[in-house]
């Protein structure tokens, strides 16, 4: 594949949102599992510990360039396919009844990925930003509660600062669920379509593949609903 | 099935050409046999037009008979209308009542713009097959068709690919107009025959060149192109055409 196909042929340009997809969701296997450690109730102690891994090891922190790298290509090519496909039928039907013959989150990949990107921001503003620069103006408080010490270590007490965000703080827990489901969606429908696009059709293997979808789409997202949730309603403390 | 007559209400695009800005107009029709083709009933409206000395309304169609791909409309939201595998030549009024209000619009996209009321210029898919929907053979007498034998398993896929008709409807009901599934249907009959193969890199990379140059929209997998097929192409094709494009694209020095 010579570059100028890849980043400008339609079907280029698929391959990318693939690509990129299939390690978006690599990487969401891992972030769920490590941040499903606050289940354990242990005051975020294995939460923590993991999280002070993932934030000092060299190799995890090189594969966080990777992820801010696809991440961004996937965000600007998922938008620009959203703009061309909607320049593609200027004069729009009168009457037309999609729900006949496909799925409305498949038609909504770019909506559903703009209320990502919304919930993204959000996101990366609470837990990203102060972890990796010590906090922001915005959320003064966290710096009491930001270091712990662990082994005779300093961590960043990311458990202390989920805490903070959600506990009373229920337009928050709503928007984080909201988030949620919108990536529930945008899974659903981009699981096994990647799958198609990287060419993969297969008479016995294409309904694993769509089930595993629907697996992962619905264990992933009920895992990232129940974690604000537990806050507010203090499940874990 | 018993046969009834029906009264219906059509709201039908009228646009007069290219340029201008079409609009939905109101019609009656009555007494439509319930045997009759969507295509005879349109005759009995134009008719009626005819009669009245107004203009009828323009829309294409040819075999009357499901295979020349023609026959474009727009019929209640889907494409070729209510009934599934099926092109509107072959929709009969047997899937209305008496009563109904029946909308009709042209396919719409910017591939295809519309020439006038419910026809539409599909050039755009004679320039894709141009760009390498073709085999280059020496023609002359035909050979033995048992000198080159085909896997059946291929030949059978190939034939199911080879079904396509180039209608457009695929494009017409894809959210996004796009023509992958009319394009894989083309290479994927081509890549599978032993025919096929001294062009195969080239012809998947201009083909989809080509599509792209033509302003259809970009695949997202909503496989609402296989549901409203008349042939029924499967959108395994389209899996085919991206691994076909992959490899050309990785191996080509073009
Ligand atoms: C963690 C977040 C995300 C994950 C895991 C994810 C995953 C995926 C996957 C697997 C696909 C299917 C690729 C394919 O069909 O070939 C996809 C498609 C897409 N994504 Fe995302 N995505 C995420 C965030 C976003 C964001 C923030 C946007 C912003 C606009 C977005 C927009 C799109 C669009 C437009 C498509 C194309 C639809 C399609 O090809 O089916 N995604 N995404
Ligand atoms: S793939 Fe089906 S819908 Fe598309 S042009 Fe061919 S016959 Fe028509
Ligand atoms: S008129 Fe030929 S397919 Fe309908």
């Not at chain 1, 090189?62 to 396919?81: A, K, P, R, S, Y």
């Not at chain 1, 990287?198 to 129940?226: E, W």
């Not at chain 2, 996209?109 to 894709?128: H, Y």
Request: charged content about 15%.
């Amino acid at each position: 594949m010579t570059w100028k196909l890849f980043f400008t042929s339609s079907i280029g340009k698929k391959f990318i949102m693939a690509l990129t997809g299939i390690f978006l969701i690599t990487f969401l296997i891992v972030h769920c599992g490590i941040n499903a450690m606050i289940f354990f109730n242990d005051g975020g102690e294995t939460f923590n510990h993991w999280g002070h891994f993932m934030g000092s090891n060299l190799i995890v922190r090189t594969m966080e360039l990777g992820l801010f790298l696809f991440l961004i290509m996937h965000i600007v090519q998922g938008l620009t396919l959203w703009s061309q496909n909607n320049k593609s039928r200027p004069v729009k039907y009168v009457v037309k009844n999609s729900a006949a013959n496909s799925t409305w989150y498949s038609r909504s990949m770019g909506l559903l990925g703009t209320l990502i990107l919304i919930f993204l921001v959000l996101h990366l503003y609470h837990f990203w930003t102060p972890s990796r620069f010590g906090g922001m103006a915005g959320i003064k408080a966290l710096d009491e509660t930001s270091l712990a010490t662990y082994n005779n270590e300093e961590v960043h007490n990311l458990y202390a600062e989920m805490k903070l965000v959600f506990e009373n703080n229920l337009l928050i827990v709503v928007v984080y669920i909201l988030g949620v489901i919108s990536l529930c969606w945008h899974l659903l429908h981009g699981f096994q379509s990647a799958f198609q696009t990287f060419g993969v059709n297969h008479k016995r293997y294409t309904p694993i593949i769509k089930g595993a979808g629907v697996v992962y789409s619905v264990v992933i997202c009920l895992l990232f609903a129940l974690m604000p949730l537990a806050f507010y309603l203090h499940w874990v403390n | 099935m018993e046969h009834y007559n029906m009264n219906l209400t059509l709201k039908i695009w009228r646009q007069k050409n290219n340029q201008s800005a079409g609009s939905l107009e109101t019609y009656q029709v009555k007494d439509i046999s319930s045997e009759m083709s969507f295509l005879e009933m349109f005759d009995v409206l134009n008719e009626q037009l005819i009669v009245a000395g107004d203009d009828p309304i323009a829309f294409d169609h040819d075999c009357r008979e499901g295979i020349c791909g023609q026959c474009s409309m727009h019929i209640d939201g889907r494409a070729h209308g209510p009934w599934t595998n099926n092109t509107t030549c072959q929709l009969h009024m047997r899937a209305f009542k008496d009563g109904d209000t029946i909308v009709v619009e042209p396919w719409r996209s910017k591939a295809f713009p519309v020439i006038k009321d419910l026809m539409v210029d599909r050039s755009s898919f004679d320039r894709i097959i141009q760009a390498g929907g073709y085999i280059s053979v020496n023609t002359g007498n035909a050979v033995d068709a048992n000198s080159l034998p085909i896997d059946k398993k291929d030949a059978d896929n190939a034939f199911m690919a080879a079904a396509c008709i180039g209608c457009g409807a695929c494009v017409a009901t894809c959210v996004n107009s796009s023509a992958m599934l009319f394009v894989s249907a083309k290479v994927a009959q081509l890549a599978q025959l032993p025919q096929g193969q001294p062009e195969r890199e080239s012809r998947v990379l201009n083909m989809v060149a080509q599509m792209d140059k033509e302003n259809f929209g970009n695949c997202t997998n909503t496989y609402a192109c296989e549901a409203e097929c008349p042939k029924g192409i499967s959108v395994s094709n389209i899996a085919r055409l991206n691994r076909e494009y992959l490899s050309a694209g990785l191996s080509t020095e073009q």
